[in-house]
């Protein structure tokens, strides 16, 4: 089995952190994008910047990913 797959966002507000733990939850992309879409316009920004923080700090886990690779994969999580 493996291990569970965790991150660390420091520096975020309450209601980010809160937006973080609602995005975690999600089993795919799509499923954070359907909740991003339905959230206040209030929270959007938010929700946004905090997703892209949370693929920022995954990528960081990946130390062995070749900057080529790394390239795709924002230019992909940027859609």
């Known amino acids: 089995m493996?291990?569970?797959v965790t991150i660390?966002?420091?520096?975020?507000t309450k209601q980010q952190y809160q937006i973080a733990d609602l995005l975690w939850s999600c089993d795919?992309?799509?499923s954070v994008r359907a909740m991003i879409a339905v959230m206040p316009p209030?929270?959007?920004?938010?929700?946004?910047?905090?997703?892209?923080?949370m693929i920022a700090a995954m990528m960081d886990q990946y130390?062995?990913?070749?900057e080529y690779t790394k390239d795709i994969i924002d230019r992909c999580s940027l859609r």
């Not at 130390?63 to 070749?66: A, G, S």
């Open 28 to 30: 795919t992309q799509e």
């Open 2 to 4: 493996s291990n569970p």
């Open 42 to 53: 209030e929270y959007k920004r938010d929700a946004e910047t905090v997703y892209q923080l």
């Open 63 to 66: 130390t062995d990913i070749d």
């Open 8 to 12: 660390t966002l420091e520096g975020l």
